[in-house]
Nanobody, 125 residues
Framework: QVQLVEFGGGLVQAGGSLRLSCAAS????????MGWFRQAPGKEREFVAA????????YYADSVKARFTISRDNAKNTVHLQMNSLKPEDTAVYYC??????????????????WGKGTLVTVSS
């Protein structure tokens, strides 16, 4: 059974930074792709970033490119999301995700899919 636990969310002013982390257990972490998604109030969950297990390639939504950085530490079974230059529109619950398919992922994805419970990021203007 895979367990993903996110932490690091909170309240930050626009222009500030936060670093989210996700600790994974229950699987051989370094054989799975990891990602971050977010869901703002009244909106659908959307892709934010993903990182390959094979070569560490990274993928980002256009809205966060050049501001967010995803990274992973296979020795510690953790994945991070460094968020800089935060904007009020980044306010959302951020979810950690584990998949057995390398990114980029199609919008309609039906493979193995595990989620954390999410951590709230609030960016004030």
């Amino acid at each position: 059974q895979v367990q993903l636990v996110e932490f690091g969310g909170g309240l930050v002013q626009a222009g500030g930074s936060l670093r989210l982390s996700c600790a994974a257990s229950g699987r051989t972490f370094n054989r799975y792709a990891m990602g971050w998604f977010r869901q703002a109030p009244g909106k659908e969950r959307e892709f934010v970033a993903a990182i390959s297990w094979r070569d560490g390639s990274t993928y980002y939504a256009d809205s966060v490119k050049a501001r967010f950085t995803i990274s992973r530490d296979n020795a510690k079974n953790t994945v991070h999301l460094q968020m800089n230059s935060l904007k009020p529109e980044d306010t959302a619950v951020y979810y950690c995700n584990l998949r057995d398919t390398e990114p980029p992922w199609p919008r309609d994805y039906y493979g193995m899919d595990y989620w954390g419970k999410g951590t709230l990021v609030t960016v004030s203007s």
